[in-house]
C-alpha cells in the first residue's frame, strides 16, 4: 500500500506526538460483559501513544469461550435442588455464582 522507509515514517510519527511500542505477550483475554471471552493466542500486540491518549492494536488467533464453569453449575443445583438448565440460566444472567444461587433460592 505505501512504500515508505520504516525510519522516515518513525520520524514523521514522532513529529506528530506518536510513538508506537512493540508489547511481548504470550496471550490476550478480553472479558466480555455477556460472561464469554475472546482468548487471543499467539498474539502480536502494538501500544500506540498518540495526544496522551494509549490505544492498543492486537492481531493473533482468536477463539471465544463460555467463561461458566461446571463445577459452579453443580454447586448451584446442588444448593439449591433447580435443575441444570436453571442453574446455567442464573449463572449466565448474574455472572456471579452467590448471586445466583441467592436468585433461585
Known sequence: ???????????VMKQMGMSQEEIPASKVIIEKTDNTKLII??????????????SFQVVG????????????IKT??????VSEK??????????DLAEAILELS
Not at 61 to 72: A, G, K, L, Q, V
Not at 76 to 81: D, L, P
Request: net charge negative; no cysteine.
Open 1 to 11: 500500500m505505501f512504500n515508505i522507509d520504516p525510519k522516515k515514517m518513525q520520524a
Open 41 to 54: 493466542e499467539n498474539p502480536s500486540v502494538t501500544k500506540i501513544k498518540m495526544q496522551g491518549q494509549e
Open 61 to 72: 488467533d482468536i477463539r471465544e469461550e463460555n467463561s461458566i464453569s461446571e463445577d459452579d
Open 76 to 81: 448451584i443445583v446442588e444448593k439449591t435442588g
Open 86 to 95: 436453571k442453574a446455567r440460566e442464573a449463572l449466565e444472567k448474574t455472572g
